[in-house]
């Protein structure tokens, strides 16, 4: 445990952001699991529409420092990979 007040002060702080980060870090994951899942299915209009909510979400963590900017370029790109894939394939 901490010994100074301001020490103390830190330790409350980190622990508030603490929470605030993980908040936002099972708010970007939930939003990309939905984006799979509408990816899987094939359906073209819910995949854009949840690549906007993924985007968001994306840049909303990087805002808040919560992942790196180019951890959130990477993945950006890579999602919008992964929907042109899916959806210029032919289905037989």
Same mark, same amino acid.
């Given at each position: 445990?901490? %010994?100074?007040?301001?020490? +103390?002060?830190? #330790?409350? %702080? ?12 099972? %708010?970007?994951?939930?939003? !990309? ?6 990816? @899987? ?9 949840? #690549? ?8 909303? @963590?990087?805002?808040?420092? !919560? ?7 990477? +993945? ?17």
């Amino acid at each position: 445990m901490p %010994q100074r007040r301001t020490a +103390k002060k830190d #330790l409350r %702080q980190s622990q508030k952001r603490h929470k605030l980060n993980l908040l936002v870090k099972r %708010q970007l994951k939930t939003t !990309v699991k939905l984006y799979k899942k509408a990816v @899987a299915n094939n359906d073209d209009t819910s995949g854009k529409k949840a #690549l906007g909510d993924v985007y968001k979400a994306l840049d909303k @963590a990087a805002t808040k420092k !919560v992942i790196h900017p180019n951890k959130a370029a990477r +993945k950006k790109s890579r999602f919008s990979k992964l929907l042109k894939a899916k959806t210029s394939k032919p289905t037989e």
